[in-house]
């Protein structure tokens, strides 16, 4: 079993950065996958961002490439999202996940979920 705690999100102006973290506890949690989800008002939750257990492969949705980074910590089990140049469409609940495999993350059906935190972009 993992369990997965988010923290970090607010609100931020157009332009500006916000990191969220997601910490990963249990037996395995360092050899997993992690990934973030996002999901808008009205709209399906979709897949930003995975990172391979050991963090050499990174995945990113298309929205998301090179403003976003994902990175992690195995030492301390977490998992980072660095987002910069928030547009106010990247508004959403963002949701940490973990999975065994990271193809599993990027269909968007990871078995571990964490709870979600608001980030807010004004324009």
């Known amino acids: 079993q993992v369990r997965l705690v988010v923290s970090g999100g607010g609100l931020v102006q157009a332009g500006g950065s916000l990191r969220l973290s997601c910490a990963a506890s249990?037996?395995?949690?360092?050899?997993?996958?992690m990934g973030w989800f996002r999901q808008a008002p009205g709209k399906e939750r979709e897949f930003v961002a995975a990172?391979?257990?050991?963090?050499?492969?990174?995945y990113y949705a298309d929205s998301v490439k090179g403003r976003f980074t994902a990175s992690r910590h195995n030492a301390k089990n977490t998992v980072y999202l660095q987002m910069n140049s928030l547009k106010p469409e990247d508004t959403a609940v963002y949701y940490c996940?973990?999975?065994?495999?990271?193809?599993?993350?990027?269909?968007?059906?990871?078995?571990?979920w964490g709870q979600g935190t608001q980030v807010t972009v004004s324009s």
């Open positions: 990172i391979s257990w050991s963090g050499g492969s990174t």
């Open positions: 996940a973990a999975d065994a495999s990271s193809s599993r993350i990027v269909g968007g059906v990871p078995d571990y």
């Open positions: 249990g037996r395995t949690a360092s050899s997993f996958a």
